[in-house]
Structure formats: C-alpha cells, structure tokens
T-cell receptor, first 114, second 114 residues
Framework: NAGVTQTPKFQVLKTGQSMTLQCAQD?????MYWYRQDPGMGLRLIYY???????DKGEVPNGYNVSRLNKREFSLRLESAAPSQTSVYFC?????????????FGPGTRLTVL | AQKITQTQPGMFVQEKEAVTLDCTYD???????LFWYKQPSSGEMIFLIY??????QNATEGRYSLNFQKARKSANLVISASQLGDSAMYFC???????????FGKGITLSVRP
C-alpha cells in the first residue's frame, strides 16, 4: 500500500497562474483533508471532505477550491495563485471523520508563488 | 488563546537517553483526541501516538509514551532510549468533538547527540 500520495512534489508558479494539487489514498478511507504548513505556524486546515460527495471549509479556505473526485481522490485547486499561498501543502486521510481517528498524511507538495 | 502550546526551545538529548517533549492544550469540549506527529527533515508527517480524552491509561507505542495529565491539560510525549533517527520536529495536535480540524502546535525541534 502506498498510503497517501500527492503530486507534484514541487511546483513554482507565477502570480495569477492556476494549478491543481492531486491527492489519492489507497486505504479505503472515507475522510480526506488538505492542510498548509507555513514556517513557525504548524499545519492549518484548508478544506476537508468527511465522505465522498461532501466538502467543507476549514480554517483558511480563501483562494482555494476542492473536488472530491471519488472515494480515493481529493484535489485542491488554486485559481489565481498569490505569493501568500507559498507554502507546503499536505493531504491527509482518515477512516472516518471523528476525534479518535488518526489522520495519515501524504509526503507534501512544496509550492512557491513568485 | 492558543489551543495547543509547545513552548520548549530546541531540545537536545544524548543517544540512548529518554526525553520529554511538552504539550499543553486548551479545550472546553469533554470529548477530544490528542496526537503526536514526527516531521523529519525530509518533510513527511509521521503519526506516532494517540490519546483519547476518556482513556484511563496513558498511551504507549513502542519507545513512545504519552504522559496524559487531564486536570493539568497536558499531553507530554516521552521518547525512551533515543536514537539518532529521532532527530526531527515533533508536533502535538488536538481534535475536538465533531470538529474535523486537527489543531497543531508550532512544534519542537529535537536533536539527538551521538
């Protein structure tokens, strides 16, 4: 099992460009999440999908959209990238969406917006 | 107020010794989960250990144990017999009730000396 995979690993964008970060999990988990990690700030939740067909905003959703394509895949889209979106993006998944369930993380995507 | 507080500066420990990484949390929800993650220099987030708010005993996973003091709202991670590969950033995180968000602390850097 690969667990949670993310593509790409690295990306450089110019201000105003768009891109989609891809995430897939092979653990048959119902819930998936997108976080961003900025220096000195830990991780913050952008969007999540508690189950296939549902998505909800997290703590910092502005400037992002998400799509839960199927049970395995959850993508994050930046429509018009801004330098403030320079960050490391992590996708995570858990069996269900409750406090006792561990979230397992992908390797991350390092995004730089110039 | 911060939900998760990790205030220790960079920590150093001698190989084979034990080390405690501090974490205090703030919540009024009676149902919550506490997690510790390890982030090595390669960047991935690795789940280490989980403690539920209703758990009567401290969680243990191999060389990792969690010193859970509910009244003090602390959930310190104890690593026994430190190894060079334990050098990493360690994050404490909390999930409250039905809230999907994992709230992370700012992390503690641990360096293991040979």
């Amino acid at each position: 099992n690969a667990g949670v995979t993310q593509t790409p690993k690295f990306q450089v964008l110019k201000t105003g460009q768009s891109m989609t970060l891809q995430c897939a999990q092979d653990m048959n988990h119902n819930s998936m999440y997108w976080y961003r990690q900025d220096p000195g700030m830990g991780l913050r939740l952008i969007y999540y999908s508690a189950s296939e067909g549902t998505t909800d905003k997290g703590e910092v959703p502005n400037g992002y959209n998400v799509s839960r394509l199927n049970k395995r895949e959850f993508s994050l889209r930046l429509e018009s990238a801004a330098p403030s979106q320079t960050s490391v993006y992590f996708c995570a998944s858990s069996e269900v969406d409750r406090e006792a369930d561990t979230q397992y993380f992908g390797p991350g995507t390092r995004l730089t917006v110039l | 107020a911060q939900k998760i507080t990790q205030t220790q500066p960079g920590m150093f420990v001698q190989e084979k010794e034990a080390v405690t990484l501090d974490c205090t949390y703030d919540t009024s929800d009676p149902s919550y989960g506490l997690f510790w993650y390890k982030q090595p220099s390669s960047g991935e987030m690795i789940f280490l250990i989980y403690q539920g708010s209703y758990d009567q005993q401290n969680a243990t996973e191999g060389r990792y144990s969690l010193n859970f003091q509910k009244a003090r709202k602390s959930a310190n991670l104890v690593i026994s017999a430190s190894q060079l590969g334990d050098s990493a950033m360690y994050f404490c995180a909390m999930r409250e009730g039905t809230n999907s968000k994992l709230t992370f602390g700012k992390g503690i850097t641990l360096s293991v000396r040979p």
